[in-house]
């Protein structure tokens, strides 16, 4: 429409507003279709063509940028039924943050179900959404054209047929199950890829990480991009690999550590090793330590003092600095082996109290038996329950009625709903967030009982993903 029939159109609107005909001030064109009729039909025929230009020729062109996109992915798995999307939402409103958000999506995938597009979807970055989601992901990315993510094996031929989010996930499948031909594909077409695509290309190394894997990842010693070199130190660390010479020397970070670290003894009658930080005395020491603990191995550290890995763990003395404690941990989470990340959890665990805690860092190299144990611990003392939302990869929907009853976590809830303290109830409320997520849909419906009964209102948002995951009880689908 042109500025004309604009304006034409503008003197029919005032000339009705005002009460009177408008015939006259309609177009030539306008009045052609409504010249043969009555006075009053004449005005109803104007009023319909205003309407009609109104409704289409005044909409905004599309801008010529505005690109066609192929339609949304369908996914593996069934999506949620209508009828549990009302929850659904509650649960996602309530979710404070997209990580939480994305912990409501993991919950409803591991009953075999998606989201709506229009309730959740990831973002285009999000690594962290559950694996059925890879193909949305890539389509927030901009995957569109001819090429789509492929659901064929992943090879050097179809290795450009999927898109980012898809080829990770065939590639960490392909590493736990031939791990071998993984490493073929990361080291024949990640060379070409950019750092940033090299980089998680390698981190990948990380599943079913092996001897095998050592001739390439020295290889990358001379690659050009520095966190590539670091992050294949790391795995090689892990391997039993050394970095540095154990004759000490100039230039030798992994000596200086060593040096701030005191050998002791133990014991009346059977004498022990024992290692301790030393006490530092000035900032610019600590600020030393901290940089030396993140840049060294653990495995280059306690060759120099002629142990093995889980035979240090067990003889440093947890306790005496809580920041060297924090940062020995970082270390072995980052270039421990296997055995040594096993026995530092275990060994934490033990402890309990605020060195439980200290497995958080370890969380993304626990196997999930030690990531339940250490989940319990915390609901059996209570003393650090806000800890529940910081675990990382947790599994979804395993914890049952016995976990909350047999330790503290039941009555430290109740105490709290029903109490006085608002500051305990709204952390009472992030608690119960976070065993939502956990819980059985059968637990989940006896918590929601309990904490009513103690004085929580049962229409309570902290309850929704709770309540979510019991609507989803008989719901479950493969």
Not at 55 to 75: F, H, N, S, W
């Amino acid at each position: 429409m042109n500025e004309l029939d604009q304006a034409g159109l503008a003197r029919l609107r005032d000339g009705w507003i005002s009460g009177g005909a408008a015939f006259e001030l309609a177009p030539v064109e306008w009045k052609e279709v409504a010249a043969a009729s009555s006075p009053d039909e004449q005005e109803r025929r104007l009023l319909a063509i205003a309407a009609q230009a109104l409704d289409v020729a005044l909409r905004p062109a599309a801008p010529k940028t505005l690109k066609r996109r192929l339609p949304l992915p369908v996914l593996a798995l069934p999506m949620l039924p209508e009828r549990l999307r009302p929850p659904l939402r509650a649960a996602l409103k309530y979710a404070a943050d997209a990580r939480l958000k994305t912990r409501v999506a993991t919950l409803v995938a591991s009953r075999g179900f998606v989201t709506h597009p229009m309730d959740w979807m990831p973002a285009a970055s999000d690594q962290a959404a559950p694996e059925v989601y890879a193909p949305w992901v890539d389509w927030q990315a901009g995957a569109d054209g001819e090429k789509h993510s492929r659901r064929e094996h992943l090879t050097a031929e179809t290795w450009d047929d999927f898109y980012p989010a898809a080829r990770r996930i065939a590639l960490v499948d392909l590493r736990r199950a031939v791990p071998a031909l993984a490493r073929t594909l990361i080291e024949t077409k990640g060379a070409s890829e950019s750092a940033e695509v090299r980089l998680a290309l390698i981190e990948l190394m990380r599943f079913g990480l092996g001897a095998d894997d050592v001739p390439f990842l020295k290889s990358l010693s001379s690659d050009r991009s520095g966190k590539v070199r670091e992050m294949a130190g790391r795995l090689l660390a892990r391997l039993g690999e050394r970095s540095y010479p154990t004759d000490g020397g100039a230039e030798d970070p992994t000596g200086e550590l060593a040096a701030l670290i005191e050998k002791g003894k133990s014991g009346f009658l059977r004498r022990r090793t024992t290692y301790a930080p030393i006490k530092l005395k000035s900032p610019a020491q600590q600020a030393r330590r901290a940089d030396l603990f993140a840049s060294c191995y653990f495995g280059d550290l306690v060759a120099r003092f002629g142990k093995t890995e889980p035979d240090f763990i067990g003889a440093w003395q947890f306790g005496v600095d809580d920041n060297a404690d924090r940062f020995l941990v970082l270390m072995v989470s980052v270039s421990g082996s296997d055995a040594a990340v096993a026995c530092l959890a275990d060994l934490l665990v033990a402890e309990g109290g605020k060195l439980t805690l200290l497995v958080l860092q370890l969380m993304l190299r626990l196997d999930s038996g030690r990531k339940r144990l250490l989940i319990r611990q915390i609901l059996n003392d209570a003393q650090n329950l806000h800890a529940l939302s910081l675990v990382e990869g947790a599994e979804a929907g395993w914890l049952q009625w016995g976990d909350l009853a047999n330790g503290k976590t039941l009555s430290a809830l109740r105490s709290a709903v029903s109490g006085d303290n608002d500051v305990m109830k709204r952390s009472a409320e992030q608690y119960l967030e976070a065993i939502g997520f956990l819980a059985t849909a059968a637990t989940a419906e006896k918590l929601i009982g309990d904490v009513a009964a103690a004085g929580l209102p049962p229409a309570s948002p902290s309850l929704s993903l709770l309540r979510l995951n019991a609507a989803l009880a008989g719901n479950t689908t493969k």
